[in-house]
């Protein structure tokens, strides 16, 4: 057992505050890392405050892991001390179901593991990468093929990077294709530099007029404010899939009409509360598909990994110490997150070695 210092929330008011709790000794296929960054998703915050009613508190939240392994198990042929380590999502799977033989460990029949807030059908609480160490079974660490001069703006490719490469992927966007993005945020920029290294022409939709510019320096061909009906009404009918990151309710008809005939919206945002229905008529006359997507397996995880050191592709980041991590929740609440939180663990190092 080692002692490990993290963030966690007490309740669904509560800020994120200090933690200390024991993690396991590496078994036999374990990996144990030393985190040095971790990023901040929009998931994190609607953890922390149990805005989908699942919590376990208390919170460590975190899953957009990059550090370096410390210790391995004596089964582990993978890693060795010393490598750099990436861990995502997910924890653990049942490793028997049919989704977990393809590959596919998100969609585990039984229900994966996440990283944090424990199984998804329930079970006992795991804690995140809002902590100084973890220990995870090999076989869901990641390796991380990235030069290591910039590793805090590889870390949001564990979440954002394989959420929205794994959409982009299966529902095959490549040259020759129309894709729309919308929202500017963790995700929606992730999926804007994927989309246009995978050869698409790629529009941004954003409720944000400031961020015209960056979604074109990130790689959009051109960039819709959503807000604007005239601009909007200029991209009807026009795009062959849709990936929508918007972390609220809101008209997803404004959206659906902007596909071609057979066109796919594939939902990855979760907000906390239903969107209004879409318009069954929008879907039927055009044979439009509406779609959701949850993050990727761990094999198309390490693929999408090696694609973005590849392409050169990493997240737009601002840096953050873990003490300002109830502020950048607030700033990501506004929108206001260019483009990624990433917390420097040594912030909380050092904190941890102070008490
Ligand atoms: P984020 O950084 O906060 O970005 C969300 C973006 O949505 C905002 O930047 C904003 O972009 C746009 N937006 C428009 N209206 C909004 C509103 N009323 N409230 C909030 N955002 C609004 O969040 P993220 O980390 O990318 O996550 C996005 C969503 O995906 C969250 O719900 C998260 O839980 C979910 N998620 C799902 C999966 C999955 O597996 N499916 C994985 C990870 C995260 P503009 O300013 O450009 O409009
Ligand atoms: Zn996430």
């Given amino acids: 057992m080692a002692k490990t210092y ?89 490793q028997h179901c049919a989704s977990c033989a393809e590959g596919e460990e998100q969609y585990c029949e039984n229900g994966f593991t996440g990283t944090y807030n424990g199984p998804v059908f329930g079970g006992e609480n795991t804690f995140g990468g809002y902590s100084d160490s973890i220990v995870v079974k090999a076989k869901f660490v990641l390796r991380i093929s990235h030069d290591d001069s910039n590793l805090a703006a590889v870390a949001p490719l564990l979440c954002a990077g394989i959420t929205t490469y794994s959409p982009l992927h299966h529902w095959k966007v490549g040259p020759g294709k129309k894709v729309g993005v919308v929202g500017l945020g963790g995700l929606g920029h992730m999926a804007v530099k994927i989309a246009h290294a995978m050869g698409a022409h790629v529009t941004l939709f954003t409720t944000s007029p400031n961020k015209r510019e960056d979604g074109l320096r990130l790689g959009a061909d051109q960039v819709v404010v959503s807000k604007n009906p005239d601009e909007m009404a200029k991209v009807v009918n026009s795009l062959d899939f849709i990936l929508n990151t918007v972390a609220a309710p809101h008209d997803l008809d404004a959206f659906l009409n902007l596909l071609k005939r057979d066109g796919t919206m594939t939902l990855v945002g979760a907000p906390d509360s239903p969107h209004p229905s879409p318009s069954v008529f929008n879907l039927i006359f055009k044979r439009r598909s509406l779609a959701g997507s949850l993050i990727g397996g761990i094999q198309e995880t390490q693929d999408m990994l090696d694609f973005c050191a590849k392409h050169k592709i990493v997240s737009d980041i601002e840096m953050i110490d873990i003490q300002g991590v109830n502020e950048a929740y607030e700033r990501m609440l506004k929108g206001d997150v260019k483009y990624r939180f990433v917390i420097d663990m040594e912030s909380l190092k050092k904190e941890s070695h102070a008490a």
């Fill in 6 to 94: 993290s963030y966690a929330a007490r309740d669904s008011k509560d800020a994120l505050k200090p933690f200390t709790f024991e993690r396991r000794a590496p078994g036999a296929d374990d990996v144990q890392i030393d985190i040095l960054y971790c990023g901040v998703c929009h998931s994190d915050l609607h953890t922390a405050r149990n805005e989908w009613h699942n919590t376990l508190y208390p919170s460590v939240p975190g899953h957009e892991i990059v550090g370096r392994v410390t210790a391995v198990g004596a089964d582990v042929k993978t890693f060795k001390v010393g490598d750099l380590a990436g861990v995502g999502c997910m924890v653990d799977s049942c």
